[in-house]
């Protein structure tokens, strides 16, 4: 009547929803530098500048924060 669960099942779901989580890290972090950056740039007149910068600031801390939320998931294992 009850199936015991497969672990490879459980697995796939654990990696799974690390991959949705790291890539739900690096967009939203990018999408608040971007929102951020855009303020400034309607309170500054920077002709575009400062939306490069917030994009880029944007991908390099989400690329670091999905780093160690990575490192930390990998070494609990």
């Given amino acids: 009547m009850w199936k015991r669960?497969?672990?490879?099942?459980s697995e796939l779901?654990?990696?799974i929803s690390l991959i949705s989580?790291?890539?739900f890290t690096i967009i939203g972090l990018i999408l608040l530098f971007l929102a951020g950056a855009m303020?400034?740039?309607?309170?500054?007149?920077?002709?575009?500048?400062l939306i490069l910068i917030g994009?880029?600031?944007g991908v390099v801390v989400g690329v670091f924060a999905?780093?160690?939320l990575l490192k930390k998931t990998l070494e609990k294992e």
């Fill in 5 to 9: 669960k497969n672990p490879l099942n």
């Fill in 13 to 15: 779901i654990k990696y």
């Fill in 21 to 23: 989580q790291l890539g």
């Fill in 39 to 49: 303020f400034l740039e309607r309170k500054f007149q920077t002709e575009g500048i």
């Fill in 55 to 57: 994009v880029l600031l």
């Fill in 66 to 68: 999905a780093y160690k």
